[in-house]
């Protein structure tokens, strides 16, 4: 695939699957945008690829725990003059434990992130993903998505909804030239189980 003379997003880019998928993408021609809160990460990354590919790399530091983010990043990159082709909504996070015993601010957090945010960033981008045609919507899911998760039920059932909306955009958008899917991957080791803060939760634990 080549990514060349088209500009990727790539939500949560600050560790994990988003630092790496961010990699790839330049390593296929992509320039990028970079977005997660911690802006030292996202500026450290991109000076990596700049001096490894020949991207351009645009950091926007941004919290996604924000409601409707869409409207926000929209005005950063026309100030920009920047268009997307490829948005890879990657950032998300799990909380592990009974839900009567979880922080309610946590859970409305983790909502917003993997669900709320990403349902905003995907209509607010499509139609320029659709008009470049070159490019592709990836949404992170998970194969927590595939069955209920007593223990992490705000998180499957984030991750269900991720793969479900997907699946019908897929379906909307064929013909377009815009690749659309759900990545669902297995445990990988990353951040995500210091987030979680569960050591049973651990890969080789579950
Ligand atoms: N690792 C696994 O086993 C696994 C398996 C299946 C699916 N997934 C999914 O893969 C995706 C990436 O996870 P990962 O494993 O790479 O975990 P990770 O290393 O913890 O990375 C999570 C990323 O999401 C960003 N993020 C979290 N909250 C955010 C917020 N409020 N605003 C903006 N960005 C935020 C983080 O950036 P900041 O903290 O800098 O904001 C970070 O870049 C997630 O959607 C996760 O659910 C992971």
Known sequence: LDYRGTTALVTGASSGLGRELSSR???RGADLVLVARRADRLEELAAELRTRTRATVTVL???LATPRPGAAL???LRERDITLGTLVNNAGFGSHG???DADSDRVAAEVQVNVASLVDLTRTFLPEL???GRGALVNVAS???YQATPGMAVYGATKAFVRSFTEALWYET???GLRTLALSPGPVPTEFFDVLGAEEAKIGQV
């Open 25 to 27: 993408l330049a390593g």
């Open 61 to 63: 530091p941004y919290d």
């Open 74 to 76: 929209a005005a950063m």
């Open 98 to 100: 009974a839900l009567a």
């Open 130 to 132: 659709v008009a470049t």
């Open 143 to 145: 194969t927590a998505s």
């Open 174 to 176: 064929r013909g377009t």
